[in-house]
């Protein structure tokens, strides 16, 4: 367990007991709640009670209501030692003690911030869930960031996390790839090209579509309706047919649907371990296409679904704001609803400890989301009531959209080298990198480039779209990985200089009082647990990433107006050497829930 911390809502929750005291004391009223928020920078103070909610219950001015409670707490409350009224503002000011005992206290703690694990109900976190016809782009770079950093976080509030994906490895767009291969191929493989087995079946899928452009134009040339011959030009009809044979379990369509996927899942393994990002189990859709289907014949027999003429089944969910929803085909075939029905109930059959799960796609599956997760409702699984979509907006560049058909996608693995050139571009022009060796400069460059693109996507709120910029997203200045990392590093290096013992706790009776930069830094120390809490309950990074860009700013204020290593009181010195450490200790913490790493020198 890790020790308990005087945070600053520990001092918040005594400040309303007592506010709440001293409103029955002095005007003999039960005052339900009190009202805080930061105080305002101009303004002396650390927390400030707002008065004019009380005007409800209290009658008076509320500059002589503010002024009493504040002597009030003045009086009762060890921690208080001033208080100044402005307006309806009773502005709070808690004694330096308060802040140096917290720091004291979690100075040491290499697990601060972070729960132990306490639930018992598992989540699982489900993300990347590639196609095996491509390679990863820009979008899966997103949502592979995205469901990693969510699942690290949710595990540091103290919740125990599976990480997942589901792999698209069957289907038309498979079938494509293969036919491609089988008429365009004479045989080539990973090996023998020196491509990625991702690279190379996404080529192919390039490939069918430019085929079947041409055989589309031909009929049309001949007199084809368009629209009949998209639905009957030959190789599309070969492919779908294809698609019948791997169904049927043909032998040699399954031997090369076999083949193919291996070479994509050696190439998905390599970017997933250049992103930084790994799965604790691996579901694949040609093992759950066909479940659910038992779970519609039930709820068939107990009402929830209805057949039509047809033979189809359906819900009807208009009751609750949304359509009705086809489950199954006339002719018996699964739906995509039905599949993931009968995956979502696989998996708590497989991990019977799971209690939740987060799904992390993009917003264009929000409506599909919102039928399942109340379908699963209807169907009685206790576990639906914690699912969530984590719902998320596309990723631009500056070129425009990307499309896999006609292999304009950003690929992920070019992008990620894109970034580490572009790393190493500003870093030499900068001259930031002086005195390295070549080896030493390139694992710099690859941690600056990957630290650039995973903050510049994770900063922003999962639900907006984003205009990836990759030379603005490596700039040392401003709300950057860069800029963060810069600062890490520069802490390590007064950590290296600092030589002597800095492990004692420092009392206020030995430094007299605390710098004003000095207690702002705690301050925002003190946040870091309640922000971990905040980014789980949210299912966004973009808490944590901004905190630590807020974290940093103020560490470099700290930096710029007092001595560290210059300082002559020695007391003074420690304490501020041991907090850099600590502001350090952090940025390292929430980088590593970002997925980012941190350099000792740059």
Known sequence: MQPETKDFMGIQAIL??????????????????????????????????????????????????????????????AEVTGFNVVKGFLNIVIGDAFYLDFFNEIKNNETYGFVPQEDSNAVMVE?????????????????NLLGYSVAEILKASGKKVYKTQIINDRGIHICKSMLAWQRFGNG?????????????????YVAFDKAYKVEIAEMVANGTDKKVAEKEAPILLEAQEMLQKWEAGDEEVV????????????????????????????????DTYLLGKDVVAGGLEKGIFYKKEDGSVWIDLTEEGLDEKIVLRSDGTAVYMTQDIGTAIQRVKDYPDVGGMVYTVGNEQDYHFKVLFLILKKLGFSWSENLHHLSYGMVDLPSGKMKSREGTVVDADDLMNDMTSTAAQISEDLGKLEGYSDDE????????????????????????RILFDPEESVDFQGN???????????????????????????????????HTKEKELIKQLQLYPEIIQLAADNYSPALIANYTYDLVKEFNSFYQQVSILGETDDQKKVLRVQLSQKVSDVVASAFELLGIDVPERM
């Open 16 to 77: 309303e007991a007592k506010v709440k005291e001293a409103v029955a004391a002095i005007f003999k009223i039960e005052l339900p709640s009190v009202e805080f928020q930061p105080t305002r920078k101009d303004f002396e103070g650390d927390v400030t009670v707002v008065v004019f909610p009380m005007l409800r219950f209290v009658k008076g001015n509320p500059v002589q209501i503010g002024e009493q409670i504040g002597a009030y707490l003045e009086k009762e409350v």
């Open 127 to 143: 993300y990347s869930s590639p196609n095996t016809n491509k390679p990863l782009h820009l979008g899966h770079i997103r949502n």
């Open 188 to 204: 080539e493989t990973p090996e023998s090209t020196g491509l990625k087995g991702d690279k190379l079946v996404g080529n192919y």
């Open 255 to 286: 031997s090369l649907w076999k083949e193919m996927n291996g070479w994509v899942y050696k190439g998905f393994d390599v970017t997933y371990k250049n992103l930084g990002v790994d799965f604790d189990t691996l579901y694949y859709e040609s």
């Open 441 to 464: 400069k390139n694992v710099l460059y690859k941690l600056i480039g990957l630290g650039a693109l995973k903050y510049y996507i994770l900063k922003v709120d999962p639900k907006k």
């Open 480 to 514: 950057t990985g860069p800029f963060i990392q810069y600062t890490y590093a520069r802490i390590q290096s007064i950590l290296r200089k600092a030589d002597f013992d800095t492990s004692a706790d420092v009392e206020i009776s030995a430094i007299g009082e605390l």
